[in-house]
């Protein structure tokens, strides 16, 4: 089957899905006003695929097929070098939003390969490579339900008070079981075609009911979507340039007694498996999130110089101290993203990237990515938060007045775009969003540091330090 | 006369004043949707003088009057204490939000006459006084404007292609002056009886015209004010539980022509005061800041320990450590606050706070408040921006699904308070709001830097150094 | 009894000691060339008494008696501030190097009694008096070991493969105990006339042998110190002006089988007194570390600024920016230690400095010290490490080359004594030992922290979180 | 010519050159306590190129002719990977002493190569190409020295009041120039053969007389070398396992009249050259220097992980969290030096590391480098600095008390050697050193960061961010 168009998916997702939005049921999920915005910027990962520019990029072909090239199982470096590539490039023509519709489903894809692989559980692999096979030839999309919600973090599954706080099988029947319980931050599930239900943490003995892992499409019976509208938008783009625009959703994802068929569950019962899945998962899923963070981070340094020079302050010591803070620290992210890849392992002839690399390229992000915004907001100004509204830009009894009075080193105009520019990606909704997904999304800031202690290689080090002491490693070094 | 009600405050706003908000004049402040509630949320300044809990505070008995106490002239550490302390409730009552209707008026009124008092400038002396005692018997509120709209920040006033771009003279009359030009992030001046202008930089030869401070009522014509929609509200309270009722507006505030009367008028053409007055008056307004800025930094300690508990983390290594920081930021805040009044200076009987301390608080405040919002959503959570709004949590359908899943270590209601309590001081407009304030209100990080390197005192440390040197402290070390 | 002399103070340590030095015993310490330069700095603290500048500071007399003001119980802040500014001179008159012959004794007394009056146990009680007295009234000085040599740190005393690894009773007699173990990093041992031994952590049951605390002179029987030659000196005063003539020598204390009569031991087989015993007594000994601390902050803050002038880079902007932010560290510093003897609790008529606030200001220190020093560093230059040493310096054919190539804005030989007191303060064996200290001495930061934690009231901005979020306070927000 | 032995080399040192030491003359630089130790460690380059293990990498075969791998030509980033290999292996040879005697001089060989190829200037590539001949042919060893003294930082060379406070030219023979003046922080130059000078600074209109590069012998009358005592040794390895055999030598490099021959001159008059040369050098110079950082790294991550163990604290947090951050600083270093190397640019067939990564890696390791050395002695602890000496360690008295009471979860013996790297590596002489030369080295951190603001490229930053506020390019973003 050939690339889906834009409109093919839209049209897709006409069908008996289960979503609510501010208390109410929505009956078409593309023609809301709210998830309609979130649905169509998801639309430009299909769009790109058309797009003669990207094709090379997003159309893979092997052999006399076609198909997406999230779909391209990775080989090399080179390969993982593209997928990176195409990520960056979906985003920052997403104007910094990630898409997300392919890109966290193949990693979830990839991830239970390895882990079904290494385990060697035959029907896993087998049900695995049927849906990799079923959503690479249709072009589907996929979300990836992944964090339970969890309830008293200080207790494991089978401790909590209510046992739905992490999803679990509630009955097997011989066609297949049944699941019950909620996921939280499920990115894109109102407007994907798939779900994989992945889980997202290691669990021992008791936690079996808990321990398994499945996809269904989105519009299985009992599955319920309930989206936050923390995103819901306004038609101020003056003051939003990207927002207006652009959305991402997420879901509080409820299955109540939903029914998942045996060619669609890789695992149950298996405690051994859901650590090995919730890593592995989020090690190849960091590998996209540094990929498409870098639309953001150039985003905002480009609107720092920009900034700098609109309000005529460039040559200032102090701003290019700031600006050359702000390059490095993007750039830092950039270079071990590539690095990554370029540190890849082969493991049955799949590129994984460097987990250590890609984890410190993610914890370099996180840990700084708040100054950043503070650095920003240092060289643009007060007007952020205290300037004039698209109404105001637009009343010709106003205008006038702004741009008289608003100007700098460039014209109000201009300034004004980029002063809005800043103010949508520090300050406003989707500002907040950002920021908190640098702290939050594809684990904290604390598990990408226990990811990197894991992932640690100390042989050298250690060695050498040994050596120096003029001591033997031995086992007391161990 | 006696203090005012807040109902006397917000009746007295009701005059000709000439408003605009989102591109149309605006017939009644008071009654406007956006506008009214920031003039009720000034109006706590006015309810807290009524309240008994908070009066003693509040007014000020001198023989047989009582006044506002803001307008009370510190003349002991005593009383530096007290107007922090005054400044401190008022904004913990404002919900974290400050009032700012008195405090910075009485700022510039005490600026002023430390200006002009060294001066010996005797008309304006009078002045000042004069206009002292007018708010202060007729319990006031003042604005006051001091940043200009500045153009390229790279030249002087007189150096600016358009000469509008500072306040300046146009034109000397019999009875007045008569000023044109724009002031920008001017607060709360839509709902305030009086606003002061002062200049906003150092002025040297050449720069005549724009070197002036005055005082007009807010309803004086040709003086226009474009205020801001940045906060402009939404009826959700569950996931806004400040922003929805309080909220403070900026202007940018044009004078087309506006007439002075001389007897309004402190100075003109004197480059030499404008520099002292432009410090003088943030040296003061900083002590108001940092006061202010308290409240805001308690919510977010007393909202990291509440969330802490309500996820079930409190217990671990990593969340105390984060808890033990902030609580050390916001303590050390604080501290300096309290000892920059202790240390306070006398100057004509007037006690004004340390300058060092002063910005030694702002400084600490300032640079590390993006580091707090980091770590308070840490200890939050990604639901700060993917959770449920209100009408997700008012909707009989769909409450007991929340109410089920959202529970925590607390019930989602009591867990949902606070996490939403959160995403509106670090997430959402009011976040962004109270970010940028941070980096740039009162004046920007660099500005306390130079203000704290011109006032340190490097006598000791100098001098100690050159005796540990075995050098004499000679000329040579100046 | 009148206050000693520096010689009577010396001449008192000619006694029975047993001391070892590089592998050797040392007859005479105060004619050792290493621990006699020791014991001489030390001596400082008596100079300072019989100077007349430092006179009031350092002697109080009470009705007839005179004694040394450290061993003043204070009853107010003022008393608290008296005592923190004779801390502060004496270590500036010893070179930024503390003297802590009576300041660390005296500590350890006030804790005590503090621990011992809560705990209403009279023989200790009494006992702890009888020593104060002794002590005062003889004006002895005072080591205090507490801190055991540890073994795993992962286990507790009783759970050790020795038992010795924390001091402990091994034998008790009628007229006392006998003690066994050893501690380590005990500051002055070789050259005090008296040493309080302390438990350094909380026990539990199982632990009564090891909680113990008690006091014996020097020249007590079974007692051994091992002194470190970290600090070992150079005659070099060019490169070393500060530590040629100032250093202090710890110990390794080793217990072996030690009478310790029964007036002597406070209390024993005493678990719930070991913990409160080693937290009170660390509560007031950082309340002497960040006093003794602020010469050296002082110092370096002095030798930034001259160290920029001598070369010349004073005016730059980014100097200027290290030179605020080493201000700024310095003074928030002082400025808490002021705030923690204003903030004092009283006891029993005793003054104690806010337990929150001193920690605070220690953790102030400590967390920011190795950027201090590389500051310094910065603004100093390679020099630092590659310069001339004294020889050449004395050389008649070198200093003439010397003296025309190193010279800088400054003279050669003003800059280079700046330079070489920066390089003993920051990069020789002085600045190591600094360094160290600031991260170790008087408790880790990880110490601090979890000081700060505990004593941290949460009470206030609990509440305001609460009400913001409209939530009652009740139980579960505990 | 074949490669050199380290005694060839060594007796290759036995000449007239005039280098001073503690203000004497030292009559055979080999033979001296101090600096013969300095001189056996540079050694170490010409030792591994004999030992099988490093032959590979250090020897390097063209044709019949093999010769020092340090002086390939880089082509390929393989070859500049190499490169670096080279000078990391050379330097954990050195125990984190970088060997210096060919990485820097051949840094200067290919930056004069491409400064003059630019150029065109015929005479001076053939001359440089001619040394570099000389120096392969023969295995000779090259210092480089840049840094002028400098006098007041503020004035240009033509504003010094001394005309040497930069190297120039005084006199213009037949035969060549004569050169006086100072260099400093010259490193290596006792004991090796050549010396290359450069300028250390953009020159302008009158400069030239100090615009000039050239190379001599070090053996050349009025070439005097006044080496500083900085790390004068001491005997106890117990204390220094690193720095008692391990040391490099700085001097005071001084030309007095200094004849050099035309064909040693690479150019003179030529202010529009040295700025060129200055920068190049450095650029290159900065990827030897995060070569050879990289064993001090690993030295220091590998003693903190053995250091935690040895005190049995590696399972708690906090320390898990700081070895974290070290591991990841020190790979962030490591990665971006690899990086810098594939990222190679080609410039007439010879590779240049990618600048801004260079430099990246650089203001990497140099910001955080004083952090580093805060976690390690947090890690070890007090024992740093109030430890036994090697005369206590070698006592057969003191010992047993030693090993007894100095043991944690590892024996003290090994504990002890640990805690003694540790301590040469971050507070004795050696670690000052190294502080030191992390913040001067190769260009101050201002230095890298104006390196890094010349070098990024914004234009994939800009255009984005102009794209996003829906701007044009165009030149007012320029």
Request: include cysteine.
């Given at each position: 089957?050939?690339?889906?168009?834009?409109?093919?998916?839209?049209?897709?997702?006409?069908?008996?899905?289960?979503?609510?939005?501010?208390?109410?049921?929505?009956?078409?999920?593309?023609?809301?006003?709210?998830?309609?915005?979130?649905?169509?910027?998801?639309?430009i990962d299909?769009?790109?695929?058309?797009?003669?520019?990207?094709?090379?990029?997003?159309?893979?072909?092997?052999?006399?097929?076609?198909?997406?090239?999230y779909?391209?199982?990775?080989?090399?470096?080179?390969?993982?070098?593209?997928r990176s590539k195409l990520i960056e490039a979906g985003t920052a023509e997403g104007a910094t939003l990630v898409l997300l519709i392919k890109e966290i489903?193949?990693d979830?894809?990839?991830?239970?390969?390895?882990?079904?692989?290494?385990?060697?559980?035959?029907?896993?692999?087998?049900?695995?490579?049927?849906?990799?096979?079923?959503?690479?030839?249709?072009?589907?999309?996929?979300?990836?339900?992944?964090?339970?919600?969890?309830?008293?973090?200080?207790?494991?599954?089978?401790?909590?008070?209510?046992?739905?706080?992490?999803?679990?099988?509630?009955?097997?029947?011989?066609?297949?079981?049944?699941?019950?319980?909620?996921?939280?931050?499920?990115s894109?599930?109102?407007?994907?075609?798939?779900?994989?239900?992945?889980?997202?943490?290691?669990?021992?003995?008791?936690?079996?009911?808990?321990?398994?892992?499945?996809?269904?499409?989105?519009?299985?019976?009992?599955?319920?979507?309930?989206?936050?509208?923390?995103?819901?938008?306004?038609?101020?783009?003056?003051?939003?340039?990207?927002?207006?625009?652009?959305?991402m959703?997420?879901?509080?994802?409820?299955?109540?007694?939903?029914?998942?068929?045996?060619?669609?569950?890789?695992?149950?019962?298996?405690?051994?498996?859901?650590?090995?899945?919730?890593?592995?998962?989020?090690?190849?899923h960091r590998f996209t999130a540094v990929s498409y963070k870098l639309p953001l981070l150039d985003a905002?340094?480009?609107?720092?110089?920009?900034?700098?020079?609109?309000?005529?302050?460039?040559?200032?010591?102090?701003?290019?101290?700031?600006?050359?803070?702000?390059?490095?620290?993007?750039?830092?992210v950039r270079?071990?993203t590539?690095?990554?890849?370029?540190?890849?392992?082969?493991?049955?002839?799949?590129?994984?990237?460097?987990?250590?690399?890609?984890?410190?390229a993610k914890?370099?992000f996180?840990?700084?990515?708040?100054?950043?915004?503070?650095?920003?907001?240092?060289?643009?100004?007060?007007?952020?938060?205290?300037?004039?509204?698209?109404?105001?830009?637009?009343?010709?009894?106003?205008?006038?007045?702004?741009?008289?009075?608003?100007?700098?080193?460039?014209?109000?105009?201009?300034?004004?775009?980029?002063?809005?520019?800043?103010?949508?990606?520090?300050?406003?909704?989707?500002?907040?969003?950002q920021?908190?997904l640098a702290?939050?999304a594809e684990?904290?800031?604390?598990?990408?540091?226990?990811?990197?202690?894991?992932?640690?290689?100390?042989?050298?080090?250690?060695?050498?330090?040994?050596?120096?002491?003029?001591?033997?490693?031995?086992?007391?070094?161990?």
């Amino acid at each position: 089957m050939a690339l889906r168009t834009a409109a093919q998916f839209l049209a897709g997702l006409r069908d008996t899905r289960e979503v609510y939005y501010r208390g109410e049921r929505v009956p078409s999920v593309v023609d809301h006003p709210e998830l309609g915005v979130a649905a169509r910027h998801a639309s430009i990962d299909y769009e790109i695929a058309e797009n003669p520019i990207f094709r090379g990029l997003a159309a893979h072909r092997e052999g006399s097929e076609e198909y997406s090239a999230y779909y391209r199982v990775p080989r090399t470096s080179q390969d993982l070098l593209s997928r990176s590539k195409l990520i960056e490039a979906g985003t920052a023509e997403g104007a910094t939003l990630v898409l997300l519709i392919k890109e966290i489903g193949t990693d979830a894809l990839f991830a239970l390969k390895r882990v079904l692989g290494r385990d060697g559980y035959a029907d896993g692999i087998q049900r695995v490579e049927a849906l990799y096979r079923h959503c690479r030839n249709n072009d589907l999309s996929i979300a990836v339900a992944q964090t339970d919600v969890k309830g008293d973090r200080s207790r494991r599954p089978s401790e909590q008070s209510d046992p739905d706080m992490y999803v679990r099988v509630v009955e097997k029947r011989v066609g297949g079981i049944v699941v019950s319980g909620a996921k939280i931050h499920t990115s894109c599930t109102p407007y994907v075609d798939e779900v994989i239900v992945l889980p997202s943490r290691s669990m021992g003995p008791g936690d079996e009911p808990w321990s398994l892992a499945f996809a269904i499409p989105v519009a299985t019976p009992g599955l319920r979507l309930y989206a936050s509208d923390y995103l819901h938008g306004t038609d101020d783009s003056f003051t939003r340039p990207i927002s207006t625009d652009h959305k991402m959703v997420e879901t509080l994802t409820v299955f109540d007694n939903v029914f998942v068929p045996w060619d669609r569950v890789f695992y149950v019962d298996r405690p051994d498996l859901a650590g090995a899945t919730a890593l592995t998962f989020v090690e190849f899923h960091r590998f996209t999130a540094v990929s498409y963070k870098l639309p953001l981070l150039d985003a905002l340094v480009g609107a720092a110089i920009a900034i700098a020079k609109a309000n005529g302050i460039d040559r200032a010591g102090h701003v290019r101290d700031k600006l050359t803070w702000l390059g490095g620290y993007a750039e830092t992210v950039r270079g071990l993203t590539e690095l990554a890849a370029l540190r890849c392992k082969l493991e049955n002839g799949v590129a994984y990237p460097d987990v250590f690399t890609t984890n410190m390229a993610k914890w370099t992000f996180a840990r700084d990515f708040h100054r950043a915004i503070e650095t920003v907001q240092d060289l643009a100004g007060g007007l952020l938060v205290t300037g004039p509204g698209g109404k105001d830009w637009n009343s010709p009894e106003v205008r006038p007045v702004l741009e008289k009075y608003l100007s700098g080193a460039w014209p109000a105009d201009r300034r004004m775009a980029i002063m809005n520019l800043i103010s949508d990606l520090t300050t406003r909704l989707y500002g907040g969003y950002q920021a908190v997904l640098a702290v939050h999304a594809e684990g904290s800031i604390e598990a990408e540091k226990m990811a990197m202690y894991r992932a640690y290689d100390p042989s050298r080090s250690i060695a050498l330090a040994m050596r120096l002491a003029g001591l033997e490693i031995g086992p007391a070094a161990k």
